[in-house]
């Protein structure tokens, strides 16, 4: 057993999330009901929530999580007899046996939630909450919607499959490419809530990631050719490249052009060029593709002041041609700041401000908040730093923030002393 820290939050983040899809899709493959399999691995979790803050974490908390949640489905469905005794044969099963069939069915289980009874924001959803392992606030954040919303949503999503029957089990090449699409999104969204969490006390969390690449090599590997997956796959591995040197030692976050790219892992630097590469000359240009090339071109750059900003800006006005929403006009309102001024860059910030997408988070404010500095302008700065702090979910983001209003402050108390 291993002692709890303080926040049990912050332990199923680092140490449980990445297996509740593997239990969730053993219980599936086994009893069908995507439904109450889940309910089945949220009791699971439930009872860990209050195990675990006194016994210490399991050494295997997959095998724990596995065994309990198999028993609160035997329990919940105990009136039928004849399904009473076929789980009664299953639970005799290996359970090392049983925790490796998870690890294979990951890809039989993100296809099962891109079904194509369900419409496919819900089918994204709903492979973010069962494969992934994230929460409804996570997947409300991700969609820019009213947690209750998604979670009436998800609710729903479970409930049209179930209806319309489950197809777990050996996928064809038609299948695959047939959800593809839902799939990636979910892939994408999933490494995304890895790379810049929505809430939570970590600045990253590293299972995510690891699952996200590992599930999108395992797409990349089954449909052959298929340049979206390419561009997916490059995508992640530059992003991630530059993991190791995107907090400093007390954890928190450290802004890009501040980098140490010594830090940069240059296997997945080259790795993702080059994939990179072969889906824009494979194929057409996508918005996965063009992200995979802005990803590239920061990649490519020895330091931050040799970042070919106008190169990453001409992409961004290709991808929000391709693909107009909040992610894209805010990264192309960086790449104009870094590229023609940061007064430039506050004049396309305030062609955003009357998106509601935007104003509910805080990434619009820290922008503003950075390119107000560049300008010179450091009393607002410091004040949008602290609006944008109270509004992060994420604890080490928010932090950050606070710190970089603090250090304006300071400045400005001496530069009043200094008059």
């Known amino acids: 057993m291993t002692a ?13 999330r990445a297996v509740i899809p593997l239990v969730t899709a053993a219980l599936v493959r086994r009893y069908g009901g995507l439904a109450d399999c889940e309910d089945a691995v949220q009791e699971a979790l439930l009872e860990a929530s209050v195990a675990w803050p006194k016994t210490g974490i399991p050494r295997d908390p997959r095998a724990w999580l596995l065994t309990v949640a198999r028993r609160r489905y035997i329990d919940a469905v105990r009136s039928d007899v004849a399904r009473q005794a076929r789980e009664e044969r299953e639970a005799a099963l290996d359970m090392v046996g ?15 939630c891109c079904h194509p009874a369900l419409q496919p924001a819900s089918r994204v959803a709903l492979t973010l909450r069962a494969v992934c392992g994230l929460t409804t606030a996570q997947i409300a ?41 839902s799939v990636r999104t979910a892939l994408y ?56 040197a ?41 918005p996965l593709a063009i992200q995979a090339a802005v990803g590239a071109v920061h990649a490519s750059a020895p330091s ?10 001409g992409l961004y006005d290709v991808l929000v041609q391709l693909q107009p929403g909040p992610a894209a006009q805010l990264g192309r309102a960086v790449a104009v700041g870094m590229a023609r001024g940061p007064l430039a860059g506050l004049a396309e910030l305030a062609l955003l401000e009357s998106d509601e997408r935007l104003a509910r988070g805080h990434r619009l404010l820290s922008v503003r908040a950075g390119l107000l500095e560049r300008a010179g302008a450091f009393d607002e700065a410091e004040k949008t730093y602290a609006e944008a702090g109270m509004k992060a979910p994420n604890t080490a ?23």
């Open 4 to 16: 709890l820290p303080a926040s049990l939050d912050t332990i199923f983040d680092a140490n449980v």
């Open 98 to 112: 049983s925790a490796a069939a998870a690890q294979d069915d990951s890809l039989a289980m993100l296809v099962l």
């Open 141 to 181: 954040a991700a969609f820019y919607s009213p947690e209750a919303t998604m979670a009436q949503r998800i609710t729903r999503a479970k409930r049209a499959i179930d209806e319309a029957g489950r197809s777990f089990g050996e996928l064809s090449g038609a299948m695959l490419r047939e959800r593809a699409e």
């Open 189 to 244: 969204l999933m490494f995304n809530e890895g790379y810049a969490p929505s809430g939570g006390e970590l600045p990253v969390h590293g299972e995510l990631i690891t699952e996200s690449i590992r599930l999108t090599r395992l797409l990349h590997a089954a449909l052959s050719g298929d340049t979206e997956t390419t561009a997916l796959l490059a995508l992640m591995l530059l992003t991630d490249a530059r993991t190791g």
């Open 246 to 286: 995107r907090t400093d030692a007390e954890g928190l976050p450290v802004a890009l052009p501040e980098q140490d790219r010594s830090l940069w892992d240059a296997a997945k630097l080259t790795e993702g060029r080059a994939l990179a590469a072969q889906a824009l000359t494979e194929g057409p240009a996508t």
């Open 304 to 313: 931050a002041d040799a970042t070919d900003w106008e190169q990453i800006l």
């Open 397 to 419: 983001e928010r932090r950050w923030l606070d710190a970089q209003a603090r250090r304006l402050a300071a400045a400005g108390h001496d530069r009043e002393e200094s008059r």
